[in-house]
């Protein structure tokens, strides 16, 4: 996976996008003020819960997401993006779902395979019954937290939606048994559809500048690990789980 910086400038280079489009209450509305980040631009005041957040929405549009798939399969992968339902936007920061969920204000998130799929118009439609439009995407992110046990720290999100996060009791026989990522209700409780973070219109997603998580899918970073290491740990995490869960013992052949 590619990481990316979330600040307005640098992900709208970095993905490609030509169109802005402000929403609701804050059309023609300035960014709030605040302190200059390390790039010297100023960083979003993500405290104010009423300003605007700047983010990457996907939104569901049929045409634009065949022309995506078009312009990948002529130009490259990354190249549907130009012309696919993916538009850097401002609008009113994402709402607190329900207890137990903070915000987070993302450093770093990544680009996974499967965003690349969606941008480039190349994922199933299979697919649509387990996300919610229009959805931020960025599942692979580490930030800063805001509220919670872990205000003020830095925290990786693991982002499957699971019955804990959905406030669903009794849990499902994958979530009993600490397999999240074999929940069985993905689609279900007080959130709308959406498998992960990144995929669920309530919950925002890494390319922005604020998103909300559920105190279980956070985890502190430790103090010596850096951004662009912890933003790592989602992807690495999925290849690590499937070998330890492959009961493969050494010398055997795999593949």
Known sequence: ARSVRPSPGLVHRAMGASRWRAEADTRNRDPPPGPADETGQLA???????????????????????????????????????????????????????????????RLAGICGSDLATLDGRSSRYFE???????????EVVGDVEGGTLDGRRAVIEP????????????????????????ERIAFGHLRPGLQTGYCRDTGGGWSTGLVAHESQLHAVPDDFSD???????????????????DITGGERVV
Do not use: T
Request: hydrophobic share 45%; glycine share 10%.
């Open 44 to 106: 979003h005041n993500f405290s104010d819960q009423r300003a605007p957040m700047k983010a990457l929405k996907f939104e569901r549009n049929v045409p634009r997401f065949a022309a995506a798939r078009v312009a990948s399969a002529v130009a490259g992968s990354g190249k549907g993006v130009r012309v696919g339902p993916l538009a850097l936007v401002e609008l009113d920061p994402v709402e607190i779902p329900g207890p137990g969920w903070v915000r987070v204000r993302p």
């Open 129 to 139: 019954h387990i996300v919610s439009f229009p959805f931020i995407p960025g599942h």
């Open 160 to 183: 499957v939606l699971g019955c804990e996060a959905r406030g669903i009791d009794p849990p499902c026989a994958g979530c009993a048994a600490g397999r999240k990522g074999s929940c």
């Open 228 to 246: 662009e290491a912890a933003v790592m740990v989602e992807p690495a995490a999925c290849a690590v789980h499937a070998a330890l869960a492959s």
